[in-house]
């Protein structure tokens, strides 16, 4: 395990009643993240990747075993305390966007920073929203937005706070090659700038070929694990299970 993890899973399992037998979505599901790393998350459907982030972020809770984020026990948590953890610790990027539709694009960037008591909402606001290319939008509503748009929004959002970890699930799945590619390269110069945590779900293999390490899974199960080396190919971390 990493020294330190900003994220650690230690034997997690998630199963759900599926007529008279229970469903086994993850299956001792083990591993550690360290700070700044971009991790992607790779499987075929149903192999339990957005169960995982759910997991995560205390959105769903383990049958059993242990999950650390920014060194509280996730597992253990109560809904009120998981909801401070995930104001203060926590991003989300979705591929559906998820923006207030009653919501200017300023308004959407300014909601969290307002729930955290940041000391100049507005500012800050107006940076992210230039950083992303969108100073001129930010009277819009999401309606009035491109697809790619909407995401540009959505990635100033979630980096508002400046959180330690991000979690995306298929960021650019309802966006086309070129927007993509644009989004992917946001998200990298947003997380350098903030020093942050990426956990990426995706099924798209050049999105993963990004990221600093690559997790497969298969039936619920971690069946291969990847990190770039300073050679730029790629070596084991974990062996296939």
């Given amino acids: 395990m990493a020294p330190n993890p900003v994220i650690e899973l230690r034997h997690l399992s998630r199963q759900l009643p599926s007529g008279d037998r229970l469903l086994r979505i993850l299956d001792d599901v083990s591993f550690a993240i360290p700070a700044g790393q971009m991790v992607a998350i790779l499987g075929p459907s149903g192999s339990g990747k957005s169960t995982l982030l759910a997991l995560i972020a205390g959105l769903d ?3 059993s075993g242990e999950i650390y984020l920014a060194g509280h026990p996730v597992h253990r948590m109560g809904e009120d305390e998981l909801a401070v953890l995930r104001r203060d610790a926590v ?3 979705f ?4 923006l207030l539709a009653d919501q200017t694009a300023r308004e959407n960037v300014l909601l969290p920073l307002e729930l955290a008591g940041h000391p100049a909402p507005g500012e800050r606001a107006d940076e992210l929203l230039a ?8 009277h819009h509503y999401p309606v009035q937005l491109s697809g790619g748009e909407q995401q540009r929004v959505a990635l100033a959002r979630a980096f508002a706070t400046r959180p ?13 090659s070129a927007t993509g590619e644009m ?19 995706t099924h798209d293999p050049a999105v993963a070929g990004r990221a600093d390490r690559q ?27």
């Fill in 61 to 63: 809770r383990p049958s």
């Fill in 91 to 93: 991003g989300f990027v």
């Fill in 95 to 98: 591929q559906s966007f998820q």
């Fill in 131 to 138: 950083q992303v290319g969108l100073a001129e939008r930010g």
């Fill in 164 to 176: 330690p970890v991000l979690l995306a699930d298929e960021p650019t799945g309802n966006l086309d």
């Fill in 183 to 201: 989004i992917l390269g946001l998200l990298a110069d947003l997380r350098r700038d903030a020093g942050t945590t990426l956990v990426l779900v």
């Fill in 215 to 241: 997790i497969h899974l298969r039936d619920g199960r971690v069946v291969r694990d990847v990190a770039a080396s300073s050679a730029g190919e790629r070596r084991p971390l974990e062996a296939a299970r």
